[in-house]
């Protein structure tokens, strides 16, 4: 489960620092696009009578995701130009961590779009909710809604996908920096007896 958004704080600046925790930073992005996603309305809380509460959860949803977007944007420009002119600090986990959050923007992006898309749906049963009742007025609703729900359940597809990059990308880059184990990196069998409290001839 994508959760714990406050797990990782948002960081002030882009940095190549060489104690930046990389893997630290795709797991606060992926915990703030999950977050997003988790506080999209669900369809059974979309309904023409509560459009009011679905339009402003709406609005904080772009809201926030089109900031993130933002950074997602501003920090793979900021990386470019900094290894430009610093390329001996710019490190191999610093350049896998600005591969995955260049990657992340293109589901983030789209999740924005259909957004986009659900304001516009949940325009239209704002102009249905308010227009008089005559034949298929019920279905349009219906219909309306229907669409509405679909764009948003689009959006939170998205970013879970996102989410889900981001994590597999941080992995790799845990597993990447882990020592292998002590056993793993000795090819000399342990003498049968050994007189060594370690087990170990030296």
Do not use: C, W
Request: glycine share 6%; hydrophobic share 35%; proline share 6%.
């Amino acid at each position: 489960m994508l959760t714990g958004r406050e797990e990782f704080p948002q960081p002030k600046k882009v940095t190549l620092a060489v104690d930046f925790d990389e893997a630290g930073h795709l797991h606060m992005v992926m915990n703030e696009l999950a977050g997003i996603a988790d506080r999209l309305p669900l369809v059974t809380q979309i309904h023409p009578t509560s459009r009011s509460s679905t339009t402003e959860d709406l609005e904080d949803a772009i809201r926030d995701l089109a900031r993130h977007f933002t950074y997602l944007a501003h920090t793979v420009a900021t990386r470019d130009r900094q290894a430009q002119r610093y390329p001996h600090r710019y490190t191999h986990q610093l350049r896998q961590g600005t591969t995955a959050l260049a990657h992340a923007a293109t589901p983030t992006g789209n999740a924005l779009a259909a957004l986009g898309e659900a304001v516009t749906a949940a325009g239209r049963l704002h102009h249905l909710t308010h227009s008089p009742t005559g034949p298929g007025h019920t279905d349009d609703l219906l219909h309306t809604r229907t669409v509405l729900n679909g764009h948003i359940t689009q959006a939170r597809t998205h970013l879970l996908a996102a989410a889900r990059q981001l994590r597999a990308d941080a992995h790799r880059l845990l597993t990447a920096q882990t020592p292998a184990a002590p056993s793993a990196l000795t090819t000399l069998p342990v003498p049968a007896a050994s007189t060594s409290p370690r087990g170990h001839g030296r």
